[in-house]
């Protein structure tokens, strides 16, 4: 494994961080209620552990560097227009996950690639620390599967109706500790700050400047 190569101090505590993009709760206890089945019916634990949300980044960063990635954050969201999002059908990454499809990816893999070139140099640790920015967008309802869960379930799943939408108004940042030098965590998700997207004219972001 090679060694974590922390920018600044060492002492300054490491944290993950994920931008998600959450359902609206009808679409959440909807989601939930199908994360639920294949926590109980086929005991697939981590299931009903995780809220129901689309992940955009996934970066590690030191807490030092948080203040000014919200107010950068917090500028780009002033010129994203709220837009709406379909999940239709189950797909899979087999042999290890299931997730809810989106009838239409494009709204939101145009916003992550916008993240991607606002963010890559702010976000990056070093090189071997770079953010990692999701351009399948799904949401994932049971993840961590084994080969055996995947084969019983999948053949139900894949022919299974499920269709909601919801309007995505804003993004969240969310972080958990990790230990600096094996990176594994070392406790959970809190949320840190809500994005709203305000749809200013985007003509105005070519001006934006970190």
């Known amino acids: 494994m090679k060694k974590l190569i922390l920018s600044q101090d060492i002492d300054t505590k490491l944290f993950e961080y994920l931008m998600l993009i959450s359902p609206s709760e009808e679409v959440s206890r909807k989601v939930?209620?199908?994360?639920?089945?294949?926590?109980?019916?086929?005991?697939?634990?981590?299931?009903?552990?995780?809220?129901?949300?689309l992940?955009?980044?996934n970066f590690l960063q030191q807490e030092s560097a948080e203040f000014r990635l919200i107010n950068c954050f917090e500028k780009?969201?002033?010129y994203v227009a709220p837009f709406s999002i379909e999940l239709n059908g189950f797909g899979e990454f087999a042999p290890h996950t299931i997730?809810?499809?989106?009838?239409?990816?494009?709204p939101v893999i145009d916003l992550v690639k916008d993240l991607r070139s606002k963010f890559q140099r702010i976000l990056k640790i070093s090189e071997q620390l770079k953010p990692n920015y999701t351009l399948k967008p799904h949401l994932t309802i049971a993840?961590?599967?084994?080969?055996?869960?995947f084969e019983t379930i999948w053949p139900t799943y894949k022919k299974e109706h499920f269709s909601e939408s919801f309007l995505a108004k804003e993004m969240i940042l969310i972080r958990r500790e990790v230990d600096p030098f094996t990176r594994k965590s070392t406790g959970k998700y809190k949320i840190v700050h809500h994005f709203p997207f305000l749809g200013k004219?985007?003509?105005?972001?070519?001006?934006?400047?970190f």
């Open 143 to 149: 993840r961590q599967l084994t080969p055996e869960q």
């Open 201 to 209: 004219q985007r003509e105005a972001q070519l001006a934006m400047a």
């Open 76 to 78: 780009f969201t002033q």
């Open 32 to 53: 939930s209620e199908v994360k639920s089945i294949f926590s109980e019916t086929y005991g697939c634990k981590h299931a009903a552990q995780l809220v129901p949300h």
């Open 55 to 57: 992940t955009m980044i």
């Open 99 to 106: 997730y809810l499809k989106l009838a239409e990816t494009q």
